[in-house]
């Protein structure tokens, strides 16, 4: 890594080191808001987006040319190392991940083999390509938590109650013990994957984690996004955790071990420095509906964001979910400047 990406704002901000100013990536800034991203993708199958290095790394760059964010994030899908170790899904456009046959017995959880790197050569390439391309500014690369994944093998796509995944825990914990150990593997292995060919950071994202109690996560959760993260420390590079709805889990998130920890627009960050405790950076947290109010609006709550971090020991601005496909990039381009110049008085 060269210094200059070692001191790059992004990087400084994850390990609580000062900052000339804030720095200010987007979850889901790569794709359908940007018609760039609309042209390319055009009759390109989003997997098969995914598994094309030449295209995710034109992807990748696309926010980072057209905005100036301080961070890139991998174009990919949490879905992508589970389609990698062989299991039948799709994702359909407007619906999400599918699955083919939902796992619900212990021989499905059987067929959930750990990653290779040959599994994932296509993503060694891109990111290998994206950090020569992106020079000082450093790549993210991600992955599913166990939790998040889960929920699509068992509920077979979306879900809004994840009532399977929930039955299996609670129903039969031994069979959910064993299919969270499969997932813990594949994640770490996808994740130090993404590592060893050059990304600067990862982000773990257990986006439907919100649906469980503290003391369920505790139980249930907890124990493999530690091992997660604890499988990580040896790398040196910033883990960001983030979930939605997690207001409640907090300290639970930050007990994990990442170094940063994500919050949705649901707690102010003042609060939620508290809830996570000493020793963690921030990163959120402006609501992604609030860009589609008037830029008067979206400039209001992003400065009460910023004023609100001011407390916390390092913070990376971002959206609390990903950006809205019917988001204006403008809005986009407007609040990364305005974060950059207010953060920088
Ligand atoms: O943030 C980025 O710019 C990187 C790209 C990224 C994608 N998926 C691209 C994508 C990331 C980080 C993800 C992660 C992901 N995928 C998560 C976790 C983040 C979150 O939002 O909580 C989840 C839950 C998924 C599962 C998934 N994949 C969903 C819910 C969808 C949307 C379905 C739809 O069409 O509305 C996808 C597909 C997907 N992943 C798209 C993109 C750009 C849309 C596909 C398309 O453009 O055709």
């Known amino acids: 890594m060269t210094s200059e990406l070692a001191d790059s704002v992004f990087l400084r901000a994850c390990r609580r080191r000062s900052v000339s100013h804030t720095p200010v990536w987007f979850m889901r800034q790569a794709g359908r808001s940007l018609p760039e991203y609309r042209a390319l993708r055009e009759g390109v199958p989003m997997l098969t987006a995914c598994a094309t290095p030449e295209l995710v790394v034109e992807v990748t760059m696309q926010p980072v040319r057209r905005y100036g964010v301080d961070a890139a994030i991998l ?52 990111v290998q390509g994206l950090t020569k391309e992106l020079g000082a500014t450093p790549l993210i690369g991600f992955a599913g938590a166990p939790f998040t994944l889960a929920s699509y093998l068992i509920e077979g796509g979306p879900s809004k109650n994840h009532d399977h995944t929930k039955a299996m825990m609670y129903g039969e914990p031994e069979l959910w013990h064993a299919l969270m150990d499969r997932l813990t593997e594949i994640t770490l292995g996808f994740l130090r994957v993404q590592l060893a060919s050059g990304a600067s950071a990862v982000q773990l994202f257990d986006s439907w984690v919100g649906a469980v109690s503290r003391d369920d996560y ?9 091992r997660i993260f604890e499988g990580l420390a040896d790398l040196d590079a910033p883990r960001i955790h983030f979930g939605v709805g997690t207001g ?9 071990g990442a170094d940063v920890v994500g919050v949705d627009w649901r ?30 609006v ?8 910023l004023a609100r971090a001011a407390g916390t020991e390092g913070h990376v601005f971002n959206l609390g979910h990903g950006v809205l496909p019917g988001t204006d990039p403008d809005q986009l381009a407007r609040l990364t400047d305005f974060v950059h110049e207010a953060s920088a008085r």
Do not use: C
Request: overall charge negative; aromatic content about 4%; hydrophobic content about 45%.
């Open 75 to 126: 174009f990919s899908d949490i879905v992508v190392p589970l389609k990698a170790i062989g299991v039948d899904l799709d994702i359909k456009p407007g619906v999400g991940p599918v699955v083919a046959a939902p796992i619900r017995d212990a021989e499905a959880v059987r067929t959930l083999r750990p990653i290779e790197p040959d599994d994932v050569s296509y993503v060694t390439e891109a």
């Open 267 to 296: 707690v102010p960050l003042d609060e939620a420095a508290s809830r996570v405790g000493p020793g963690k950076a921030l990163q959120g947290n402006l609501d992604p509906a609030i860009l589609l109010a008037p830029w008067e």
């Open 248 to 256: 409640e889990l907090l300290g639970l998130l930050g007990q994990a």
């Open 218 to 226: 505790r139980e249930f959760v907890l124990p493999y996004t530690s």
């Open 298 to 305: 979206v400039e209001r709550r992003a400065g009460e964001i």
